[in-house]
């Protein structure tokens, strides 16, 4: 049941900041078509509960007058507020909105930075690049692992040495993990010491990512290193250095790839099967036979696949 501007606009004026938060969020529901301008003025409003809510209902709104608007809250005096736009505005799809928030990219504080970076990061636009090399040294890791987010999404080869860098000698595990996933864009050699290096990072999430991105980059050269990795000690490592081997067409990992099969870890053994039948090699055979009994039926489904693969791969 749709409700009348008038009644609306009443409550959006009452003295009783719950009365306007609630109609702020009926504004969608009102016979009113065009609800921003109604929206607009909540967004100052002297309770945060309404401004948070006036936030939320303007996503998917990109305007310009919206999204200056929304990039204001930033500054927000309230950390509701300031979340709930930095949410909104990390929707945003269209790169000419970037230019309301790059002015927020420095000379701010960690957090209003941060929140920047995080909704420019996929509008991809060029103007964010020297803001964020530059914040690759920030003394928050917060702002340091969106920077490199938005590195990440520009692809730029110029940055390629510094995420590197990121990627080896960042304190904080988090950054450095989006830095080595951030390098999974380059197609340059000189990025290979960096993800080995990587393979040896005390935090296992850096080694998971850098296993992953050796194999998405085609990194031969890092195979006798993931051979290494499927020794970790963390399950989910050894399941991307497994299926990085597989794509790297791995010959020289078969022994590793072999004893997988028998892991106690599902997902394990899965990978390792389907690593077996992209490497196509018949000696994998009777190891992979031996896996048509497994107790999962994913791993039998999965090892049939391969022994079907490198019996075409022999003819």
């Known amino acids: 049941m749709t409700m009348s501007v ?7 004026a009452s003295a009783d900041a719950e009365v306007r938060r609630l109609a702020v969020i009926d504004l969608p529901y009102s016979d009113e078509d065009e609800i921003v301008p109604f929206l607009l003025p909540c967004l100052t409003d002297s309770a945060a509960e309404v401004r948070a809510e006036a936030v939320r209902a303007l ?3 990109e305007e310009p007058e919206v999204v200056a608007a929304l990039a204001a809250r930033l500054l927000d005096e309230d950390v509701a507020v300031r979340d709930a736009a930095g949410e909104v505005l990390a929707e945003l799809k269209d790169s000419a909105s970037a230019e309301y928030l790059l002015p927020y990219l420095v000379g701010q504080s960690a957090v209003v930075r941060m929140l920047a970076f995080r909704a420019v990061r996929a509008l991809r636009v060029s103007e964010a690049f020297e803001p964020a090399l530059a914040s690759l040294r920030d003394p928050d890791p917060g702002v340091r692992r969106e920077a490199v987010g ?20 960042d304190p904080d595990a988090e950054v450095r993990r989006i830095a080595v996933g951030a390098l999974g864009y380059t197609s340059e050699i000189s990025v290979l010491p960096a993800l080995t290096r990587a393979l040896d ?8 990512e850098a296993a992953q991105t050796i194999g998405k980059l085609g990194l031969g050269p890092a195979i006798p290193d993931l051979v290494k990795a499927m020794d970790d000690a963390y399950w989910q490592v050894r399941v991307k250095a497994a299926r990085s081997l597989g794509l ?4 020289g990992a078969l022994p590793a790839l072999v004893d997988a099969l028998s892991h106690s870890i599902s997902n394990l053994r899965k990978e390792a099967a389907i ?3 992209e490497i196509g090699d018949p000696r994998a055979i009777p190891a992979l036979e031996r896996t048509l009994d ?7 489904k999965l090892s049939r696949l391969a022994l079907t693969a490198i019996g075409l791969a022999c003819k």
């Open 6 to 12: 008038n009644s609306m606009t009443e409550r959006l």
């Open 59 to 61: 996503e998917g709104f």
């Open 150 to 169: 938005v590195l990440g999404y520009l692809r730029r080869q110029e940055a390629v040495g510094d995420l590197a860098e990121v990627a080896a000698h």
């Open 201 to 208: 990072d005390s935090a296992w999430m850096v080694r998971d």
């Open 248 to 251: 790297l067409k791995a010959v």
């Open 275 to 277: 690593a077996l039948g």
């Open 294 to 300: 497994d107790p999962d039926p994913d791993v039998r």
